[in-house]
Structures are given as C-alpha cells and as structure tokens.
C-alpha cells in the first residue's frame, strides 16, 4: 500500500537554516509566515511574520537557555535570558509560548514547511516584517535580501513595504542590515553611539523621559492613540526617521 505524502501547511516556508552566527555552532531557522492567513497582531497588521528559531528545542524553553536563547536573540537585553529586570530593563514583550511556540511545533512535530525552492516570487507585493521573533541579524543577509527584492519588485520608489529592528547593530555580522532595520536602543547612550555609526534607532524610552526632536513617536503606540498599524506607517524600514516608543 502505497502511503500518502503528508501535506505541508501552506501558511509559511522555511527560507533558511544553518548555523548561528553568534556562536556558529548551534542550529537555526528562518520561517516566514502569512502567505494565506494574516496574523492576529492588531499592532503590525497585515505583515508576513518572520521566525528566526533555534532547531531542536521549543522557543518558550530554549529561550529560558541563555546558549539556546542567544543563537536566536543574541544579547538583546530584554531576553529572559539576559535577566533583564534585574538589570532595569523591561522583559520582551513577546509571548514566546504563543505563535513562535506554535510556529516551531508545526515544523518540528506538526505538519512542516515547505522548503522556499526557487519559488521567491510568493513574496511580490507583500508586506515583510524582519524579525517578529529572534534578531534578523542572525541570519545571512543574502536571504533578507533575496526576499525584500520580490516584495519591492513591482514598488514605487517612494513606497516602503518592510520593518525590522536589530538588537546586534554593534556586531560586524549585523552591518549589512544597515538602511533595511532600526538600530534598537535602550537609551540616549545606545541612540547617540548609533546615529553616529549611521543606523536609524527605534528607541525605547521611560515614560518621564522625553521625546527628542528629531524623533517621530510611533504611531501604532499608545501614547500616539494607536493612529496607525505597521502595515500603513512602514517608518522603521531603518532608512526614514528616528522612532522611540515608551517602554512597555
């Protein structure tokens, strides 16, 4: 009896694995999802979400192994990992037990993905979120690019169609990330050292700390009202403005 092949959810691809680069030994993914069903996220909207996972153990435990966590994270200091409120930091605002969890269990133990082939085309006049878990630096830059350069193809000069943000900006291997994400920043010594290394910094402030001029308050933000969802603004595209939000 001949056995049928198991079908792969059509909702995301796996674009790339290989190893980290922040300890070159432990093995990573990309997974993007959205291709057929958007996301819940009220805040990002209509975006294709972007997974960077460590292969071989569920993100909501991996991301509590500071080895596991930082393949993926690096040394973002909200990571649970990193112990960020003993340090005076807030902890990351993603649910690691929801949708990364939920991603991973479909690749590992569920019904899989698809490998991207040569099929990069899925990504024309779509709208691309570079990282919604774990840092976009840790993957080859290459990738991004072959991505952004289908969801750009038929685009306007003018029109910006992906956000992103990078924790590792100091890091050689982040560089050419430069112009596509924000440089994150937790504070004004991050967004000083940044801007003059010539990254665009997304910076997270305390509440009693004011805005700067130069900075657009984000507009998907509560203190903004919630104006907008990442899929109308597109301002962290790391080539437009300055942006800070208020810790949360």
């Known amino acids: ?37 958007n996301t819940d996220n009220d805040k990002t ?12 153990l569920a993100p909501h435990k991996a ?17 649970t990992y990193n112990n960020p ?31 991207i082939g040569d099929n990069w085309n ?10 919604s878990f774990g840092d976009p630096a840790m993957v080859p830059f290459y990738i991004w690019d072959k991505a952004l350069k289908e969801v750009y193809k ?3 000069k003018k029109e910006k169609l992906h956000t992103g943000y990078t924790h590792q900006w100091r890091k050689d291997f982040a560089s050419d990330l430069k112009g596509t994400v924000m440089a994150s920043c937790d504070g004004m010594k991050d967004y000083i ?6 990254w665009k910094p997304f910076r997270v402030r305390k509440k009693e700390e004011p805005k700067l001029k130069e900075e657009i308050i984000c507009p998907s933000s509560l203190e903004a009202n919630r104006v907008s969802s990442c899929d109308q ?7 437009s403005k300055p942006v800070t939000i208020i810790q949360h």
């Open 1 to 37: 009896m001949k056995l049928k092949k198991k079908k792969k959810n059509p909702n995301g691809f796996i674009l790339w694995e290989g190893k980290s680069p922040i300890n070159k030994a432990l093995d990573i993914a990309l997974i993007v999802t959205g291709f057929e069903k």
């Open 45 to 56: 909207g209509n975006l294709l979400q972007s997974w960077i996972l460590y292969k071989h």
């Open 63 to 79: 991301f509590k192994i500071k080895a596991y966590g930082e393949s993926v994270c690096g040394d973002c200091c909200h990571a």
């Open 85 to 115: 409120k003993e340090n005076g930091f807030a902890t990351c605002y993603v649910r690691v037990y929801q949708s990364p969890r939920a991603v991973w269990e479909c690749w590992r133990n569920g019904k899989g993905y698809e490998n």
């Open 122 to 131: 899925i990504f024309n006049n779509k709208f691309l979120r570079l990282g």
């Open 154 to 156: 038929n685009a306007s």
């Open 193 to 198: 050292e940044a801007t003059s290394h010539g």
């Open 233 to 239: 603004c597109f301002l962290c595209d790391g080539n």
